[in-house]
Nanobody, 127 residues
Framework: QVQLVESGGGLVQPGGSLRLSCSASGFSLGYLAIGWFRQAPGKEREGVSCISSGSGYTHYADSVQGRFTISKDTAKNPIYLQMNSLKPEDTAVYYC????????????????????WGQGTQVTVSS
């Protein structure tokens, strides 16, 4: 049974930092990519970052490039999203998901490639 559990969300002031964790289990070795997505109220879910555990390839959305870092300790688990210099526009529910590969088209992570999703963790950036 595939399970993805996110943690680490919370309330932080602008300019602050948070580290999100994603613990993933139960999926086959064919699923090599982990992605982080976010969804703000009234907006579509968007890709933030993804990492391919086989090649180490990483990708970041332009909006978080240079501020967020995706990393992993082992081949599967856990996967982190270090978020620095947070802005109010980063406020959203953040989700991790798994896919067979990290597919990026025109700079956008293809969320339809991701088969399994966690329940999400709320990140609020506000003073």
């Amino acid at each position: 049974q595939v399970q993805l559990v996110e943690s680490g969300g919370g309330l932080v002031q602008p300019g602050g930092s948070l580290r999100l964790s994603c613990s993933a289990s139960g999926f086959s070795l064919g699923y090599l990519a982990i992605g982080w997505f976010r969804q703000a109220p009234g907006k579509e879910r968007e890709g933030v970052s993804c990492i391919s555990s086989g090649s180490g390839y990483t990708h970041y959305a332009d909006s978080v490039q240079g501020r967020f870092t995706i990393s992993k300790d082992t081949a599967k688990n856990p996967i982190y999203l270090q978020m620095n210099s947070l802005k109010p526009e980063d406020t959203a529910v953040y989700y991790c998901a798994v896919a067979r590969g990290c597919s990026v088209v025109a700079g956008t992570i293809r969320k339809d490639e991701f088969d399994y999703w966690g329940q999400g963790t709320q990140v609020t950036v506000s003073s």
